[in-house]
């Protein structure tokens, strides 16, 4: 019967499925194709697709989603088993025509991430790096991410959750100070902005906020970047 493994006498016909005509059936010849993403389908059944095009084809896809790096690229084809050696001849070619750009790429990820997340430059860095851009590229693209625009920021974000925070202003204090800590803030930053947005909550804050010296706090956490100035 057409479709199904006959019984013979030697045990079941285990030959591709064959139609009324006595060719093999569609799935018969998918089957024997393999992968469909690995063979080229406008080519006679069983004919491997061209490797650089089926690079491309990976990292097409993968920039259809978003925006990558040369690195990620490069992961992805090589999970998908594409060499080396043609990986680095498609992804040439893309950074010649300016597909791939990650000076580009890390100017936009810390104008986004920072507009929209409120991340600092040290978390910014930190992400930039597991992408795999470069680190004079990253450093440039963070370069444009001034102390004072930073500053503004991390008081924004501060201002914003303390709409909704509820609690004595110690514990306030901390729970700010550890939201900024997350989003890759330095002690002193952190702390001088959640300083000065209590000082302007409230009169209850504000006299807490006064008993804050945050200079002196920031050289507890071993802020790198502190300048000399008290604020306490």
């Known amino acids: 019967m057409a479709g199904r493994r006959a019984r013979t006498g030697r045990g079941w016909d285990a030959s591709p499925p064959r139609t009324g005509d006595g060719t093999t059936t569609p799935r018969a010849r998918r089957h024997r194709r393999g992968h469909a993403e690995e063979t080229d389908p406008e ?22 989603v978003r925006p990558r790096t040369r690195a990620e690229l ?22 010649e025509v300016g597909i791939i750009d990650d000076a ?21 860095a930190n992400e930039l790096r597991q992408r795999g851009v470069d680190g004079e590229v990253a450093s440039e693209a963070l370069g444009e991410l001034d102390e004072e625009t930073e500053a503004e920021t991390a008081r924004a974000l501060v201002e914003r959750k303390l709409r909704s925070a509820r609690g004595e202003p110690d514990a306030v204090f901390r729970r700010l100070v550890a939201m900024l800590a997350r989003k890759g803030y330095p002690p002193g930053v952190a702390i001088r902005a959640v300083k ?13 906020a006064e008993q804050i010296d945050a200079d002196a706090l920031a050289d507890a956490e071993g802020d790198p970047d502190r300048d000399s100035r008290s604020l306490g």
């Open 43 to 64: 080519a006679p059944p069983g004919t491997p697709r061209d490797e650089a095009e089926l690079a491309r084809e990976i990292c097409l896809r993968q920039l259809a």
């Open 74 to 95: 490069a992961g992805a084809l090589a999970k998908r088993g594409i060499s080396e050696e043609v990986s680095a001849e498609v992804l040439d070619r893309y950074d």
């Open 104 to 124: 580009a790429f890390a100017r936009a990820w810390v104008s986004s991430r920072h507009a929209g997340r409120g991340l600092a430059r040290r978390a910014l």
């Open 196 to 208: 000065d947005a209590l000082a302007a909550q409230s009169a209850e804050a504000a006299e807490f």
